[in-house]
């Protein structure tokens, strides 16, 4: 039986790169690729995309659209990593363990959209809340979230690590100020919110890595729920679950550092509470190259593909 053939748009990308490493070496996969002079021919990457089984797209959003537009063969299906079609009709958001049932839709979509990094964690925090009738759809949100520099792509990467001009020396940078940014609509639709949360996203000066955290004020719950309720409905949605684990409560860390699951397809969830002050906040721990980017592509590729097992979709040592 032929191996299903799969191409990688953008395989020079941070997010491409990370995908493909965690891809090769693999007996059940044909990794295609097209040759570097061809990556901007639109000639050659369409016949490229209409002659394999999957196609995953790791370009800038207008590229993905118009990746999208040249895909012609109705047997190819396609993996779209970047923001272009997060909350469109006709795609299945590629996040399995959001809810019972989603994995089976992902394994049956011909268009499945990967999760952003930073909305994957506020989403796994969020929706089983929503779902358990614990926190109200239109409860005012503040995310705060904070990754290393890969997440801002190829240039961040070369001017904090010395290779672009000017060098970005920083050590932790906010920004999205116009409170636009763009995984808030995927956020609050995937959720099942219904008042736009304020978020506002921060670079840090590590390569990878990412905590994001949503604060609560208990009492303006309409269930006033303890922060153990909060964490018993989220163990709940991902009990057996691989690579979403959520953490006890004891023993309670000091510190958590955003590089402790760098290189898997892990995510940590925790919560912590005071039941006195009447207070929780809510944190998702992942690597934002990981199960932030190319760790849950990897994943939705082998669902996609009827080859999901044993795999961990994990970078090998170095």
């Not at 999208?68 to 299945?92: F, K």
């Not at 958001?93 to 959001?98: A, D, N």
């Not at 808030?184 to 639709?189: A, M």
């Not at 961990?312 to 170095?318: K, Q, R, V």
Request: aromatic share 6%; with cysteine; net charge negative.
């Amino acid at each position: 039986m032929a191996r299903p053939k799969v191409f990688i748009d953008g395989e020079a990308g941070t997010t491409g790169l990370e995908i493909r490493a965690r891809l090769d070496g693999r007996g059940d996969i044909d990794l295609v690729s097209i040759a570097p002079g061809e990556r901007k021919d639109a000639g050659a990457r369409k016949k490229l995309l209409n002659a394999v089984d999957l196609a995953v797209l790791c370009l800038p959003d207008a590229a993905a659209r118009e990746a999208v537009e040249l895909v012609e063969n109705p047997a190819v299906r396609v993996l779209d990593a970047s923001s272009s079609h997060r909350i469109a009709p006709g795609w299945v958001y590629g996040f399995p363990e959001l809810a019972p049932g989603q994995s089976d839709l992902i394994k049956s979509a011909k268009r499945v959209t990967n999760p952003g990094c930073y909305s994957i964690g506020a989403i796994a925090l969020l929706r089983p809340l929503v779902d358990a009738g614990l926190l109200p759809p239109d409860y005012p949100l503040a995310i705060h979230a904070v990754e290393g520099y890969s997440g801002g792509g190829r240039q961040l990467v070369d001017a904090y690590e010395g290779n672009a001009e000017p060098k970005i020396t920083d050590p932790y940078r906010i920004y999205a100020f116009e409170l636009q940014h763009k995984h808030v609509p995927e956020i609050e639709r995937v959720s099942g919110l219904t008042a736009r949360p304020i978020f506002w996203p921060s670079y840090g000066a590590w390569r990878q890595g990412m905590l994001l955290e949503i604060p609560l004020h208990l009492g303006l719950l309409p269930k006033l729920p303890k922060a153990a309720e909060l964490r018993a409905a989220l163990a709940a949605r991902y009990a057996g679950q691989r690579f979403v684990t959520v953490m006890p409560e004891e023993p309670r860390p000091v510190v958590l550092s955003p590089e402790a699951l760098n290189g898997t397809n892990r995510m940590e969830l925790f919560v912590f509470g005071n039941d006195a002050t009447g207070q929780a906040l809510l944190v998702a721990r992942a690597d934002n190259l990981g199960k932030g980017a190319s760790g849950s592509a990897a994943q939705n590729i082998d669902l996609m593909l009827g080859l999901a097992g044993a795999q961990d979709y994990a970078l090998a040592a170095e």
